[in-house]
């Protein structure tokens, strides 16, 4: 590995190894890379790889770190004494861990995974079973709520402590009945792998404590994409040797509809106080202008910690703006945007939009 390859602002983020780490890293500066040579520089000053824990949120993400370390530890991947780092999603690894410890959890290892589909049939058996009906409550916003509560650690039976109104009052009624027929058909639901593995952790700290051992270096990648429960979840691993990085831009933080919170970075200052920062700040991907443009927008706010972001790339062309009437607008400029590129050459970086919902709609087609 040649750390020359990174810049300053990379390379001091990598070096720091020990210790609780936070990295705060604007678009298109390199985190990926950041985060990759990181895991390698551990290995190769004696990190034994089964000590590493890698997480973030896409299989996509997943397997483009694993390939990328891999590719960088070629030479020694061909030994047949080769060990290598955890590298998943957390649903991924906590399916892994309640398969492992199957004993724990009166279920059976091999449990099934509710997709969405399942999930929504359950709850409608589930209604019917408490003549609840769709035409007064729509199944998918109660499965909603109740994945909201379990991404909050709020279980079945704590629920009605916190229900306020009809609505509520009836997700209460539908949530330990759910739970019931997921019981009773060995399966666990998408919430429930986060759910299910902290209880696991908190009712049996033996076992907490073994994957404290096995996991004594922790990063996270898209951090302020995580919820209370991955939140909890990567302290209660790293509270035993307190070598966690986590790694995020604040200000692209757009996923609040599904849980994420990104006040964990202020949690996180709270629970490791010695944490040391680092910012990437230059951006390889957009022109100078792109830059300023964002940074006019990002810098009004005050509730996270702000990047200003540089390149060296050209300065760009002018950015145009459009207002668009509504959501049906918005899509249907774009469309015309792209048609009018038969005879020319753009990118997205042409238009900057300033409407909210055309902003996050290309950050989640980005990831």
Known sequence: MNLNELNHEQKQAVLHTEGPTIIIAG??????????????????HGVDPINILCLTFTNKAANEMKERVQKSLNFRVQSSEFR????????SLCAKIL??????????????????EDSLDAIKEAMKKLMLYPKDFKPKSILTTISQAKN??????????FARGYFQEAVARVYPLYQAILKDNDALDFDDLLLKTIELFEKNPNILEK???KFRY???DEYQDTNHAQYYLTKMLANKWNNICVVGDFSQS?????????????????????????????????????????????????????LTLWTENPNGEDIAIYEA????????????EMSNVKFQIITINTIMLLSRTVQIRIERGAR
């Open 218 to 220: 922790i990063l996270v």
């Open 152 to 161: 909050e650690l709020i279980t079945a039976s704590e629920y009605l402590n």
């Open 254 to 306: 757009i996923y609040s509809w599904r849980g994420a919170d990104f006040r964990n970075l202020t949690k996180f200052k709270e629970d490791f106080r010695n944490a040391k920062t680092f910012s990437l700040s230059q951006n390889y991907r957009s022109t100078q202008k792109i830059l300023d443009a964002a940074s006019s927008v990002i810098s009004k706010n005050t509730t996270h910690p702000v």
């Open 325 to 336: 009437r509504n959501e049906h607008d918005e899509a249907e400029f774009i469309i015309r």
């Open 211 to 213: 994957y404290q051992n």
């Open 99 to 116: 398969r492992i410890e199957e004993e724990h959890l009166g279920i059976s290892s091999r449990f099934t995974i509710y997709d969405e």
């Open 27 to 44: 678009a298109g500066s390199g985190k990926t890379r950041c985060i990759t040579y990181k895991v390698i520089y551990l290995i190769e």
């Open 84 to 91: 290598v780092p955890t590298i998943s999603t957390f649903h």
